[in-house]
């Protein structure tokens, strides 16, 4: 088995996530990042190819790491590369077996969503401007929250994307199609919206929405918008489009007790990422209870 460059087999992953596996920009940097970290450090030590690489020597990357104050989460994302690019490099007949695999990460506490309550919604919603970009930015958090998008899902909207049943198709991450209901509120605020878009967006343009250039809106800057809002209304936190999104799961399985569905509607691939949202609905009966019941005035360990 002939041994091969670890740029050009990298190189090769790349365009494999890319074109294969239709990963976004955003990603596939990630990818890029974490698996380039890891060669650099290798290349520094050993000078092992890809081949050459075992888990002894992956588990002493761990370490390093480790030591040098990666989170565990950091390193469980760097893991998860790394097997990915082995998986990739097994089916190529490149490597003979995924050092990567058994090798674990530091366990870390996986922290709670953060969400807005639906006084803070109401203040992000009902911010009461006519202007058209006003409209444009009241229809995009109407529809985070109704849908519980993704940002890169949201900005990839087309017109004409959402159905006369009120659905719309998002394809979100690894190119995983999902349909989503669109709700009343959300509708009648992307209504407005149209009516007032073609004063930025040409007749050629497909975005559904867009900035005052006329082009599809880029991500930052509908972080940037939610930022402005937010701030103008008094929050006292930083609002940005996925706390939207937790926002939309947390009251939806509040109100529904519905996980499966919440899984489907997220477009969880597993269900134990959405699980954590069980965990907020609890934090929150907790809170009542220790307000409310006389025997749970001391604070619990």
Request: charged share 25%; net charge positive; glycine share 6%.
């Amino acid at each position: 088995m002939a041994e091969s460059s670890p740029d050009d087999a990298l190189e090769d992953f790349l365009r494999h996530l890319a074109h294969e596996r239709r990963l976004s920009a955003h990603t596939l940097t990630g990818y890029c990042h974490d698996l380039t970290r890891f060669r650099d450090w290798l290349d520094c030590r050993r000078g092992h190819s890809w081949e050459q690489l075992d888990q002894q020597t992956v588990r002493g990357y761990v370490a390093w790491r480790h030591r040098c104050g990666a989170s565990g989460k950091t390193l469980q994302r760097e893991l998860s590369a790394l097997r990915s690019l082995y998986r990739y490099l097994l089916r190529e007949g490149v490597v003979s077996q995924n050092p990567a695999l058994g090798v674990p990460a530091p366990k870390t506490a996986r922290k709670l969503p953060v969400t807005l309550d639906a006084d803070q919604l109401c203040g992000l919603l009902d911010n009461g401007d006519e202007d058209p970009l006003s409209l444009r930015d009241t229809a995009m958090v109407e529809l985070f929250y109704s849908s519980g998008l993704r940002l890169a899902e949201l900005v990839a909207i087309d017109i004409g994307d959402i159905d006369a049943d009120a659905s719309l198709e998002v394809i979100g991450k690894g190119a995983k199609s999902r349909l989503v209901p669109v709700g009343s509120l959300a509708l009648k605020a992307i209504g407005r919206w149209l009516q007032v878009r073609g004063a930025y967006a040409g007749t050629e343009e497909k975005a559904l929405f867009v900035s005052r250039r006329g082009n599809r809106i880029h991500p930052r800057t509908v972080q940037k918008r939610l930022r402005h809002w937010a701030k103008a209304q008094g929050a006292s936190r930083n609002v940005h489009p996925h706390m939207l999104r937790h926002s939309f799961a947390s009251h939806l399985l509040e109100s529904s007790g519905d996980l499966r569905a919440v899984q489907e509607l997220l477009g969880h691939s597993d269900i134990s990422t959405t699980q954590i949202y069980t965990h907020l609905d609890f934090q929150h009966l907790a809170e009542v209870y220790d307000k409310a019941h006389p025997r749970a005035k001391k604070k619990r360990s």
